[in-house]
């Protein structure tokens, strides 16, 4: 089993740039978005972590641990 903390520490170079990290397919979530859209994104995809906006600007992160950590609280 390989765990992806692993892998990038392997893989990582101190001349590394974020921008060769950055993905170009990430949805984005909007205050107003429903929790299932955000959970079947996570799993239908394998993203773990999704920008939340509010009229343009970045508000926060929801992530996977988030959602396993907070299920029963909404």
């Not at 520490?9 to 107003?32: E, V, Y």
């Not at 959970?39 to 992160?61: A, M, R, S, W």
Request: proline share 1%; hydrophobic share 40%.
């Amino acid at each position: 089993m390989i765990y992806y903390k692993d892998f990038i520490n392997i893989n990582f170079r101190s001349t590394s740039k974020i921008k060769h990290f950055l993905s170009n397919d990430a949805h984005i979530l909007k205050l107003t978005d429903d929790l299932q859209l955000c959970i079947n994104y996570i799993i239908n995809t394998g993203k773990t972590g999704l920008p939340v906006v509010d009229n343009k600007k970045f508000v926060g992160l929801v992530i996977d641990k988030d959602l396993v950590l907070n299920v029963g609280l909404c």
